[in-house]
Each structure stands twice: as structure tokens, then as C-alpha cells.
């Protein structure tokens, strides 16, 4: 863990049953996230183990971010953090000098006997969670439950850059699925986005499975975790849809993606975070 975040989690779940209801993609029907009441939940900045990497369905790469300058189109990526919730840490104290393998435990942690941890933050750490808070900050967390298939999504405001004399603004979405009845194995097929910009504009968004990829949600790998982009010659937005989840035995099922806000944000107001 580097450091925290606190987050607003929106959990559309606790808002209703989970009873089997339409899905329609429409405006009109899609409830604005901030009309769900919200809970402040702690999330961690965490540097995922090198070897646990070939044993979990995620993307090595999940944190993008633009360069400092505002001609520079390219995406660059942080390779092996991750975000963690509260609730899904399990604390222990590690007796090795090295606890985990990754290229940035180095450069940040410095080895402290006396310490409690044993590890105490570099300069270096606290000067790179300055120059990369705006795409690293987290503040909006939305879940939501259809069908034992839980969907949450995490959205960050990159920045903007020009393209064709316009400005254009971009956002990095990670989404985390689970299947919580992993006894009945899912397939995701395809998903299907509606995209609403506060200009007026609604794009929508057909394809197959998710990353070039449709994974299968089973016992042996309930979960799967990816990241997108999205971006909007608006300043704001909104993004919400569904997956198409195939069942064992062929039929099919739908399940939410829960809407969440696409926001700008400037460095000036940037989510409070403490180091650990």
C-alpha cells in the first residue's frame, strides 16, 4: 500500500432488489448517479506482486496517463498498481527485506528494522504521488448487482489535448466483474455502452466481449478486471450499459453497468489522500 484515497461509492444494489428487471439503455430511464445516496469508503494505492501476475485475471497495465506536455498524444502506461478497497484487505506483517517483486518498491519503500512497518516512504514516492495525483485520483466508485454478477467501475479524468483545433477531454475507466455464485460460470459475450455527452450528443457503442477478450467467470476464476478510454469534446458526461453474459447451458442473461459521471477535474481540486 502507497498511499489512500477516499472514495464516494455509489451502490445502485442497495438501492433496490435484485429481482430480474428490463434493462432499457434509455435517457430518460438511466438515474443520475448523484441522485443514489453515497458511501465514503477508503481505497488503496497498491503495487501489485510481480509473481502473482500470471495468477490473476487483470491488466498488468491499468494506470494511463498523458505526458506533461500538451502536444505529446501519447498514452503512457504504470505498470503493476492497483486500487483496493477497505474491505478486501487482509493485513499482514511481512519478515522479509523485500516483500514483494516490483520495479517501484525500491524507488519508494526504504527497509526500517525500527520502523513499524518495517518500511518508511523515499522522498521519491512523495514527490511522484504530487506530479501523478490527477490521473491517479480516485473519487467515485460505482457498483451495482444483476443476476450474482457484480459490476463496479472506477472512472479518472487524464486530461485533455487538442485534436483538429478542438479540445478534447479523456478519461481511463477501470471495471471489475465478479461472478458471486462462481458454482454457475458465466461467459461474457458482448457489451453495449451508451455514451451522453452534456452537449447533447449519444453515442452508442456495440461489441464482442471486452479487450479482445470474453472471459469466462467460474470457480476457478470468478473475477476479471480491465481497463478502458473514453474521451469527449465536452467537458462532462455520463457512460452506462450492459454485458451479455452466456450460462452453461446457452441461454443468455444481461447484466448493468452501473452509470457513473465522466468530470473534469484541474489540479487545484484534486481528492484528498494521505500517505500510509
Same mark, same amino acid.
Not at 72 to 94: F, K, W
Not at 104 to 127: G, W
Not at 178 to 184: R, S, V
Given at each position: 500500500?502507497?498511499?489512500?484515497?477516499?472514495a464516494?461509492?455509489?451502490?445502485? =444494489?442497495?438501492?433496490?432488489?435484485? /429481482?430480474?428487471?428490463?434493462?432499457?439503455?434509455?435517457?430518460?430511464?438511466?438515474?443520475?448517479?448523484?441522485?443514489?445516496?453515497?458511501q465514503?469508503?477508503?481505497?488503496?494505492?497498491?503495487?501489485? &506482486?510481480?509473481?502473482?501476475? #500470471?495468477?490473476?485475471?487483470?491488466?498488468?497495465?491499468?494506470?494511463?496517463?498523458?505526458?506533461?506536455?500538451?502536444? !505529446?498524444?501519447?498514452?503512457?502506461?504504470?505498470?503493476?498498481?492497483?486500487?483496493?478497497?477497505?474491505?478486501?484487505?487482509?493485513?499482514?506483517? =511481512?519478515?522479509?527485506?523485500?516483500?514483494? +517483486?516490483?520495479?517501484?518498491? &525500491?524507488?519508494?519503500l526504504?527497509? !526500517?528494522?525500527?520502523?513499524?512497518?518495517?518500511?518508511v516512504?523515499?522522498?521519491?514516492?512523495?514527490?511522484?504521488?504530487?506530479?501523478?495525483?490527477r490521473?491517479? +485520483?480516485?473519487? &467515485?466508485?460505482?457498483?451495482?448487482?444483476?443476476?450474482?454478477?457484480?459490476?463496479?467501475?472506477?472512472?479518472?479524468?487524464?486530461?485533455?489535448?487538442?485534436?483538429?483545433?478542438?479540445?478534447?477531454?479523456?478519461?481511463?475507466?477501470? $471495471?471489475? $466483474? +465478479?461472478?458471486?455464485?462462481?458454482?454457475?460460470?458465466v461467459?461474457l459475450?458482448?457489451?453495449?455502452?451508451?455514451?451522453?455527452?452534456?452537449?447533447?450528443t449519444?453515442?452508442?457503442?456495440?461489441?464482442?466481449?471486452?479487450?479482445?477478450?470474453? #472471459?469466462?467467470?467460474?470457480?476457478?476464476?470468478?473475477?476479471?478486471?480491465?481497463? =478502458?478510454?473514453?474521451?469527449?469534446? /465536452?467537458?462532462?458526461?455520463?457512460?452506462?450499459?450492459?454485458?451479455?453474459?452466456?450460462?452453461e &447451458?446457452?441461454?443468455?442473461?444481461?447484466?448493468?453497468? #452501473?452509470?457513473?459521471?465522466?468530470?473534469?477535474?484541474?489540479?487545484?481540486?484534486?481528492?484528498?489522500?494521505s500517505s500510509?
Amino acid at each position: 500500500i502507497l498511499f489512500s484515497w477516499l472514495a464516494r461509492v455509489f451502490d445502485r =444494489s442497495d438501492e433496490r432488489s435484485n /429481482a430480474s428487471l428490463p434493462l432499457p439503455l434509455t435517457i430518460a430511464s438511466k438515474t443520475h448517479v448523484n441522485e443514489i445516496r453515497s458511501q465514503s469508503v477508503t481505497y488503496y494505492q497498491a503495487l501489485v &506482486d510481480a509473481r502473482d501476475v #500470471p495468477h490473476i485475471r487483470a491488466q498488468t497495465e491499468s494506470v494511463t496517463f498523458f505526458g506533461n506536455q500538451e502536444q !505529446d498524444q501519447n498514452v503512457y502506461a504504470l505498470p503493476g498498481l492497483d486500487y483496493v478497497a477497505h474491505e478486501d484487505v487482509i493485513p499482514y506483517i =511481512s519478515t522479509e527485506r523485500t516483500p514483494i +517483486e516490483h520495479e517501484l518498491f &525500491d524507488k519508494f519503500l526504504i527497509y !526500517d528494522p525500527e520502523a513499524t512497518p518495517n518500511f518508511v516512504t523515499r522522498e521519491h514516492l512523495k514527490s511522484w504521488q504530487t506530479r501523478h495525483h490527477r490521473w491517479l +485520483e480516485l473519487s &467515485d466508485v460505482s457498483k451495482d448487482v444483476t443476476h450474482q454478477i457484480r459490476v463496479t467501475v472506477i472512472p479518472f479524468y487524464m486530461g485533455s489535448r487538442f485534436t483538429q483545433g478542438m479540445s478534447v477531454h479523456w478519461w481511463r475507466y477501470t $471495471i471489475r $466483474i +465478479e461472478n458471486l455464485n462462481p458454482t454457475e460460470a458465466v461467459t461474457l459475450r458482448e457489451r453495449h455502452w451508451r455514451i451522453f455527452s452534456v452537449a447533447g450528443t449519444l453515442e452508442t457503442v456495440r461489441g464482442k466481449g471486452v479487450v479482445g477478450q470474453e #472471459p469466462k467467470l467460474s470457480k476457478e476464476y470468478p473475477a476479471f478486471q480491465y481497463s =478502458s478510454h473514453v474521451s469527449l469534446s /465536452a467537458t462532462s458526461g455520463h457512460m452506462w450499459g450492459t454485458f451479455k453474459m452466456e450460462k452453461e &447451458d446457452g441461454t443468455f442473461v444481461e447484466v448493468r453497468i #452501473p452509470a457513473f459521471n465522466l468530470e473534469c477535474k484541474s489540479d487545484s481540486n484534486a481528492g484528498e489522500k494521505s500517505s500510509v
